[in-house]
């Protein structure tokens, strides 16, 4: 029940490749913009107007996922393999980024519950194998289609041009290991990792854990008791590469209509129109995710 070591990405294209013939896999066409904002060239993602059925289906699967869970059991032909007595890796059915890997709970635990060792076990296993960007939408307030956790993960460059996350220039003028990034305009917090260790997956996890639980409290978002598990208090989302950790806060889903979660904060957003492709470049970028953030 454990991951082969070595063997991810090679599952991943081979499951891609056959849920593609299989027609399991539903992609999200969209057109890319460049919006330039605050120092940040944010990529925006615009569904195609093909494309438009297959997001709405996705839209109303991930309502219907209150009541359904689309994880317990997966669809055979998305899953890609075991990743841990705990977790497996499962194809993002409607994607819009190739590749894109759900990291789920074998059983059913709710995605408001604290992240924990084993969380970040099989997130560390993944990251050790696929150069990636790690990300969790922690609640509904925070991005999240359904209740059931996944851990999410998508190869880099999230960009065909410029940096491989768009944020991360404005990361690397943080001072020292911990600290407030200059620049982000809404409560955060945001530490450097050890990316040596990601050749030791269970060490980069206990660290990242720990990284975690001084992030979380660094953004006041607390652990509450309830029904025996530890949950958050607030709606967050966690960004997680081999080089470093962002915890964000946030008020709300979204703002005029335009939904935000952690990709977000990694400077790319998600429009479903043209109409909101309009709303971001009145906003900027940079208002929006401080309006769906904390001040
Ligand atoms: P989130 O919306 O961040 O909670 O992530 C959940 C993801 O699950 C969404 O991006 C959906 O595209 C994806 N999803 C919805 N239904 C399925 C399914 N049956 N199998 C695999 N992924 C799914």
Same mark, same amino acid.
Request: charged share 15%; aromatic share 8%; glycine share 6%.
């Given at each position: 029940m454990r991951l082969q070591p070595g063997t991810l990405w090679a599952q991943l294209q081979r499951r891609t490749d056959h849920a593609k013939r299989s027609g399991a896999l539903r992609p999200i066409d969209t057109e890319q913009a460049m919006v330039e904002d605050a120092g940040v060239r944010f990529l925006v993602r615009q569904v195609s107007s093909l494309s438009r059925k297959d997001a709405d289906g996705k839209r109303l699967s991930t309502q219907a996922g209150a009541a359904a869970n689309?994880? &317990?059991? /997966?669809?055979p032909d998305l899953v890609v393999t075991d990743i841990s007595d705990s977790h497996f890796a499962l194809l993002?059915?409607?994607? *819009?980024?190739?590749?894109?890997l759900l990291i789920v709970t074998r059983r059913f635990e709710e995605q408001e519950a604290l992240l924990n060792r084993a969380d970040f076990e099989a997130l560390f296993a993944c990251l050790a194998e696929v150069d990636g960007l790690g990300f969790y939408n922690g609640g509904v307030a925070g991005g @999240? =289609?359904?209740?059931?956790k996944h851990l999410q993960i998508v190869p880099l /460059? &999230? +960009? @065909?041009?410029? /940096? +491989?996350? $768009?944020i991360a220039p404005l990361l690397a003028a +943080? $001072?020292? @290991?911990a600290a407030a990034v200059p620049g982000l305009p809404f409560r955060h917090a945001f530490a450097r990792l050890d990316a040596a260790l990601v050749r030791q997956p269970s060490q980069a996890a206990r660290a990242a854990l720990e990284c975690y639980r001084a992030l979380m409290a660094g953004a006041g978002v607390q652990a509450i008791e309830s029904g025996g598990e530890l949950r958050q208090s607030a709606p967050y989302n966690l960004l997680v590469t081999r080089e470093w950790m962002l915890l964000v806060p946030r008020s709300?889903? =979204? *703002?005029e209509g335009v939904a935000v979660n952690a990709l977000g904060y990694a400077g790319s957003l998600f429009v479903r129109d043209a109409a909101q492709m309009a709303t971001i470049r009145k906003l900027g970028p940079m208002r929006v995710l401080q309006a769906v953030g904390v001040a």
């Open positions: 689309p994880f &317990l059991p /997966p669809e993002n059915k409607f994607y *819009v980024i190739d590749h894109h @999240a =289609s359904q209740r059931h /460059p &999230l +960009a @065909a041009e410029g /940096p +491989a996350i $768009p +943080a $001072p020292g @290991a709300t889903e =979204s *703002v």
